[in-house]
């Protein structure tokens, strides 16, 4: 193969990689190099000129002209005087000849190993700027393409045409993906296996939550608003701890929008989300009390040593303080970093909850049921306030049946 055309087809498969021209100039010179060294073992009074415009390829051997029967000769370094005096008859002992190497001289079988290595070269040249590119950009957000939907991830490729990954678990659970959609996602980490990088997105961090608050919020941008924590439930719920450093901002109405705009924005992105922007204050009973909107609470008992606040609310703030399958207490207490207990409080004069035995018809068998009936116990509290004793005198239970039947209601109050 022609210098011209090893070069142009590095050229081609270089320019599809989007790799700068010096950095080509520098790759072709060490892999002529290194031919240079295998065949003449060293590459010291060598010059390789590469001109990527022309396609030309000059490698130029310097050597001292020295006499015919010179006690210290090396071919590398020496030329004798009649070969010297064959390229020009004005050469003399002691002058320095340049003399052109076409690579033909190299075989072929090099010539075909240094395409295979200027190949390879790229290809990891390509590897170490994919990985350093995206190291830079971890914990940022990035627009790709899908190019693959597979069971366990989707395969992704930015605007150069790399491949990125975004396992499931980095997925938000209503995510649906199909070929040619545009997603956003934040560059998660990055990572080498067998000397491929892999880049890893998600949609699932709190990190990319934060990063669409610094899109929609110019306040958050700026640095006036902080986000102080959030957590998530990616696709069902999130709590947002912000606080202002500028007292006339309103940091909770200012994430919000007018008419909730801009937090309607960062919803349907993370495919409606439920958001709640929560003041941040450094007194933790204010704080946990924010956390747990809307319930209200009536009072507060916080254990710093054993890491617990016990919450008391009345009968109808329980469950919204709880909220759906435990969302906004599990969330709350990461918010606020306690472990939440929920306590129902009973006011004075206040009856407490109770529920008639025919409710456990599917726990509770019917006869034992209408034993309870015969000696006038007809509610849960009124068996368990009658005591063990009590029912294993007046009824024909045995002992065993009447331990069950206390730790199903017990159950049923805890």
Known sequence: MEAALLIESFKEFASNKHIDRPTMVRILEDV???MIRKKYHSDENFDVIVNLDKGD??????????????????????????????????????????????IEEFGRRMVQTARQTLIQKIKDLEKDNLFNKYKVLVGQIVTCEVYQVLAKEVILRDNQGNELIMPRSEQIPKDRFR????????????ETINSNPRIILSRTSPIFLERLFEQEVPEVYDGIIIIRKIVREPGERAKVAVESLDDRIDPVG?????????????????????????????????????????????????????????????????????????????????????????FREISEGEEEEDVELKEFADEIDEWVIE????????????????????????????????????????????
Request: hydrophobic residues 40%.
């Open 32 to 34: 002529f190099r290194t």
């Open 57 to 102: 390829l000059e490698i130029l051997h310097y050597r001292i002209v020295v006499e015919d029967n010179a006690s210290h000769y090396d071919p590398n370094k020496h030329i004798k005087l009649s070969e010297a005096q064959k390229i020009d008859p004005d050469f003399t002992i002691g002058e320095e000849v340049a003399e052109n190497v076409r």
């Open 179 to 190: 070929k040619g959609d545009s997603v956003r996602a934040i560059v998660h980490r990055v």
């Open 254 to 342: 200012a994430c919000v929008g007018m008419k909730g705009s801009r937090i309607h924005a960062i919803v349907r992105e993370l495919c409606n989300e439920n958001i709640d922007v929560i003041n941040y204050t450094d007194n933790l009973e204010l704080f946990i009390q924010r956390a747990l909107s809307p319930a209200k609470i009536s009072s507060i008992k916080i254990d710093e040593e054993r890491q617990r606040a016990a919450v008391f609310l009345k009968r109808d703030q329980v469950s919204l303080a709880i909220g759906k399958n435990g969302l906004n207490i599990k969330l709350a207490s990461k918010l606020v970093g306690l472990e939440i207990d929920v």
């Open 371 to 414: 034993e309870l009936h015969k000696i006038g116990l007809d509610t849960a509290r009124s068996v368990l306030r009658a005591g063990r004793d009590y029912l294993i005198k007046k009824t024909d239970l045995e002992e065993e049946t009447i331990d069950r039947l206390l730790e199903t209601l017990r159950k049923e109050f805890e």
